[in-house]
């Protein structure tokens, strides 16, 4: 530095992180060699936003600029050799936004000092930034407690041909989070269609917006976790946790600049169907005490029926006598219904079901597993892995039943229905097989629950066709 071998900013304490309206301090130190002819040396605090259309670029667009405060330290005259120190203060706005750096755009905080000489001199300058946090009380946000939720119905076409629908439903547990903490998102997808869908993703994404002319949008996805489809005619429901990294505040308060929104991304890849669920990201996580749900207000009582006046009341009275007294007429008994003689020849009446009803009565809801909890051998196949090994992983639950039979070579029973009277049985890896029994029903719906002869079976009627 030649005739300066030092000159340097330190904060009181070494800090470096502060709130809005706090107060920053230090010292300047310089140290001369020689002695410096200056006309003044003076500090500034600034903080200033910048935005660019280029990435990685400091030749900002659009400025705007939160303060500027400068300090004369020491006024014209000769720095001797040796070290010398100037203190410094200043009070910070309380509408000063929190600190941001992103690849179109900044919003920066520094101290500054210069030293003035005379003409034809060089001028000395250094800095030192500082960085700036605006708590975001996630308490103080509306309906923060309650879920986030969505759902979206797509058609399903192979070829141009309706193959039926389907409905993707997703929440959150809630719609603020700290870094930290864990996002809980239960995923339903209900298959109407006779074709599985893609795989099922879950992605927590961030949408910063630049604002020039020109606005700038930057989506990422933060983090991602992936799960199975769901088979055609099948309904399933995945549960999965996502962890909040640290990440900026959702709001950028006091900047017109820059926005930051995040939001959970939901989506199958076949068919192309995404729904979101906004979410906040703040520093002051949720406190649930101050969350309580409201009691439902209790009913007002009935008032009392006054009679208008003494007159009416006998009347009444004798009104109720006779109708008490009087008995209502008895009807006969209907005769027992005769068995209707069968048919030699039945055609079933109901036209077959459409693909995106087809099972609609028997279907039940699976869970979906997730891929990446899944392990694999050297050689490629699925490892045998109980479900008990998978306890901790989050996200990843089993029902009790399946729990307990998890030590068993079979799984349980399931019921592949491909139409309201023809049900298929499997158990374990077989393949579905028809059951002797041509319908079933439910206890209350059994042919011994009518006084009559039964209907045929679907069989007989083909038969007799």
């Known amino acids: 530095m030649g005739k300066l071998q030092a000159f340097e900013i330190t904060l009181k304490d070494n800090k470096v992180v502060y709130s809005p309206g706090e107060s920053i301090s230090g010292t300047v130190k310089v140290n001369t060699a020689q002695p410096i002819q200056c006309k003044e040396i003076k500090v500034n605090c600034q903080g200033y936003c910048g935005v660019t259309n280029k990435a990685n670029d400091t030749a900002w667009v659009e400025e ?46 520094r101290i500054r000092a210069f030293i003035d000489t005379p003409r034809f001199a060089k001028d000395y300058r250094t800095e030192k930034p500082f960085y700036m946090l605006n708590n975001i009380n996630l308490n103080e946000v509306a309906d923060i ?31 603020g989070y700290a870094p930290g903490q864990v996002i809980k998102v239960s995923t339903e997808i209900d298959n109407r269609s006779g ?32 799960g199975a489809g769901v088979k055609g005619g099948k309904q399933a429901e995945w549960k999965e946790q996502i962890i909040v990294p640290p990440l900026p505040q959702s709001s950028l308060a006091g900047c017109d600049l820059i926005k930051i929104n995040y939001f959970i991304q939901v989506s199958l890849k076949y ?77 079933p009446s109901a036209p077959p079901p459409e693909p995106d009803m087809l099972d609609a009565g028997s279907r039940h809801s699976e869970e979906i597993p997730t891929k990446i909890h899944s392990q694999q051998q050297a050689s490629g196949s699925e490892a045998a892995i109980s479900p008990n090994a998978f306890s901790y992983a989050p996200g ?40 002797n029994c041509p319908l079933i029903l439910p206890p209350e ?20 066709t």
């Open 145 to 175: 407690n309650e879920p986030s939720s969505s759902s979206v119905t797509k058609n399903f076409s192979y070829n141009l041909v309706k193959n039926g629908t389907v409905v993707l439903t997703a929440k959150s547990d809630l719609r």
């Open 396 to 435: 990843l639950s089993f029902p009790q039943n399946q729990r307990n039979n998890s030590s068993n070579a079979s799984a349980p029973q399931f019921c592949i229905s491909t139409g309201a009277t023809i049900p298929f049985f499997t158990e374990g890896n077989a393949p579905p097989v028809p059951t």
């Open 64 to 109: 705007e600029q939160y303060f500027s405060s400068s300090l004369s330290v020491a006024d014209k005259g000769t720095l001797k050799q040796g070290e010398h120190s100037f203190p410094f203060k200043f009070l910070i706005p309380a509408t000063a936004p929190t600190s941001y750096e992103g690849p179109y755009g900044r919003i920066m905080y």
């Open 271 to 347: 068919p192309e169907v995404l729904l979101t669920l906004p979410i906040h990201i703040g520093n002051i996580a949720i406190d649930p005490s101050l969350h309580t749900p409201s009691r439902p207000a209790a009913p007002l009582p009935r008032p009392r029926a006054t009679p208008s006046s003494t007159s009416t009341t006998p009347t009444t009275t004798t009104a109720s006598r006779s109708a008490s007294t009087t008995t209502p007429p008895q009807t006969a008994p209907r005769p027992a219904p005769r068995p209707r003689p069968r048919s030699t020849c039945i055609t």
């Open 195 to 226: 074709k599985s869908t893609g795989h099922v993703v879950a992605s927590l994404m961030q949408k910063v917006t630049y604002n020039t002319k020109r606005p700038t949008q930057d989506l990422r996805a933060i983090a991602e976790v992936e």
């Open 445 to 464: 719906y059994r042919s011994s629950s009518y006084p009559h002869e039964p209907p045929p079976s679907y069989e007989d009627s083909c038969t007799n």
